[in-house]
Nanobody
Framework: QLVESGGGLVRSGDSRRLSCVAS????????MGWFRQAPGKEHEFVAA???????YYENFAKGRFTVSRDNAKNTVYLQMNSLKPEDTAVYYC?????????????????WGQGTQVTVSS
């Protein structure tokens, strides 16, 4: 089970940290990913982190977003800085058992319920 938190209403330029707590399995065996879905749009890959901490970002996230994980807390984070109105979306974390990082939605087996991030201009 994955449970996201940390969403909310922020202003353009603000920062926000999302958390995703996992339960039900050995967290350290899973690659984790963040996706988002804006109204009327498809799910969009944001960032991924492998079980050993190898990281990959979508281009729009590079330099503004940071993904990290704390295996002792079964938690993955997404630190978002310099937020823009176009970052408004429901943000989802996802998990996949495996040794690499994964960027495709269909790669992931488990999903959280999502947390809404709204960025006002």
């Amino acid at each position: 089970q994955l449970v996201e938190s940390g969403g909310g209403l922020v202003r353009s330029g603000d920062s926000r940290r999302l958390s995703c707590v996992a339960s039900g399995g050995p967290f350290s065996d899973y690659a984790m990913g963040w996706f988002r879905q804006a109204p009327g749009k498809e799910h969009e890959f944001v960032a991924a982190i492998s079980r050993i901490g190898v990281i990959y970002y979508e281009n729009f996230a590079k330099g503004r977003f940071t993904v990290s994980r704390d295996n002792a807390k079964n938690t993955v984070y997404l630190q978002m800085n310099s937020l823009k109105p176009e970052d408004t979306a429901v943000y989802y974390c996802a998990a996949k058992y495996g040794n690499f990082y994964y960027v495709r939605r269909n790669d992931y087996n488990y999903w959280g319920q999502g947390t809404q991030v709204t960025v006002s201009s």
